[in-house]
């Protein structure tokens, strides 16, 4: 015997013809979204289709539920038209564009500095609020940035270089470094002046080189004025007024605010002086040195005044000469109020506020506050007169001398007037 029929109420109907179309609706969007993911691809890389097997991802991923889609990490399916560099999302992508685009939407309130990336302006900002929270802890060292700090441990602590050349053996402890140096083997240069044909393996150095068609010193010390185009030069100087020293001598007490001023303190140690002068016999530890020297008996003055026609052998005597157009004297002693013209001249004043003789001889107890005192007593102990006159046969250990004898004997000028 049949049952009784069941006939659905009008309301039941209703109700069962919505939850068909609202799961039709749903379908209709998986299958839209499913599409999209699918043209991302398409339209990144239009010559690399989606695999089966990453549709099926898709599918797989739409269905699961929040944390299942946490745990099943996304195919990178986002990928560069350009590099073919795959992303597992499309703002992972649009941020990797801007490596190719140029865009940097970041930018620093307090200088011209801008970013691809937040976080990197973060990083940036560290700098001007001159937070260091990344401590070393084997020395006194702090760094803004982590990624700095990391170097720093490898570079002077562990003395790793994990990444190496295989073109020339070159090892390194940072990768970027390593990607640099390669540009040494294919030649690729791929930053280019936009005012001259210059073009340079590294931003750096064309930035630098942009300072040569602006003038533009950007980067001041808020402590004595002291200008430059270089952020690397600022945080060396600002080393003067923090008395930080990070590069430590080995075989001796000498430390140093730079690690050039170091390789010099170095040859001391060594003995070393392998570069000579041909007319005189000057001898040097340096070839930088040695041609400065040079100009000596050729008489050439690279350096020259577009205000007057003075000229000069060293870049650091024209700058000395230009003050004198400009009256200026930007270096200011905070303890004294003791102003000069030159930045050297105010880091050896203020040696005599420290005491710090930083000079230090290695045979004895002497030590001095300028390195030229240190030259001077070093020949006690070596005999050694480098400085010899063309025009006799009269040497000397001391430059001075060899320029007071030269304006006695052979001008007639007396330097003792």
Not at 33 to 38: A, C, F, R
Not at 250 to 258: E, K, L, T
Not at 292 to 303: C, I, L, N, S, W
Not at 310 to 325: F, G, I, P, R
Request: positive net charge.
């Amino acid at each position: 015997m049949d049952g009784p029929s069941f006939q659905p109420s009008g309301n039941e109907t209703v109700n069962r013809e919505g939850l068909a179309a609202e799961t039709g609706r749903q379908n209709d969007k998986r299958k839209e979204t499913l599409l999209e993911d699918t043209d991302i691809v398409k339209s990144a890389a239009p010559d690399m289709e989606p695999s089966s097997c990453q549709l099926a991802q898709v599918k797989t991923e739409q269905k699961a539920s929040p944390k299942a889609q946490d745990a099943v990490k996304t195919p990178n399916l986002h990928v560069c038209g350009k590099c073919r560099y795959r992303a597992p999302s499309r703002s992972k992508l649009a941020v990797h564009m801007r490596k190719h685009t140029g865009e940097r939407p970041y930018k620093c309130y307090q200088c011209d500095y801008s970013a691809a990336r937040k976080g990197t302006l973060d990083q940036h900002m560290a700098k001007h609020a001159g937070e260091k929270p990344y401590k070393c802890d084997k020395c006194d060292y702090s760094a803004a940035i982590k990624r700095t700090l990391d170097q720093h441990m490898v570079r002077r602590h562990t003395g790793d270089k994990p990444y190496m050349c295989g073109q020339c053996g070159f090892r390194t402890a940072d990768w970027s470094n390593l990607s640099v140096h390669m540009r040494t083997h294919t030649g690729e240069k791929p930053y280019k002046c936009d005012q001259c044909d210059y073009s340079a393996a590294q931003k750096g150095n064309l930035d630098q080189h942009m300072a040569k068609h602006t003038g533009d010193k950007p980067y001041t010390c808020g402590e004595c004025g002291y200008r430059t185009a270089y952020r690397s030069n600022l945080t060396q100087h600002m080393r003067k007024h923090t008395g930080q020293k990070l590069y430590k001598c080995d075989q001796c007490d000498y430390s140093a605010v730079c690690k050039s001023s170091l390789d010099r303190h170095m040859a001391k140690h060594i003995g070393d002086k392998p570069y000579m002068c041909g007319e005189c016999g000057y001898r040097t530890n340096y070839k930088s040195n040695l041609t400065v020297h040079m100009r000596k008996h050729t008489g050439e003055r690279p350096y020259k005044c577009d205000q007057c026609d003075y000229s000069a052998a060293k870049k650091v005597k024209l700058d000395q000469h230009m003050t004198e157009h400009t009256g200026g004297k930007p270096y200011m002693c905070g303890k004294c109020g003791y102003r000069t013209a030159y930045s050297i001249s105010l880091s050896e004043h203020m040696r005599k506020h420290t005491g710090e003789r930083p000079y230090k001889c290695n045979q004895c107890d002497y030590s001095s506050a300028q390195k030229c005192n240190l030259d001077r007593h070093m020949a006690q102990h070596t005999g050694d007169k480098p400085y010899m006159c063309v025009e006799c046969e009269y040497r000397t250990a001391d430059r001075s001398n060899l320029s007071a004898h030269m304006k006695r004997k052979h001008t007639d000028e007396n330097p003792y007037n």
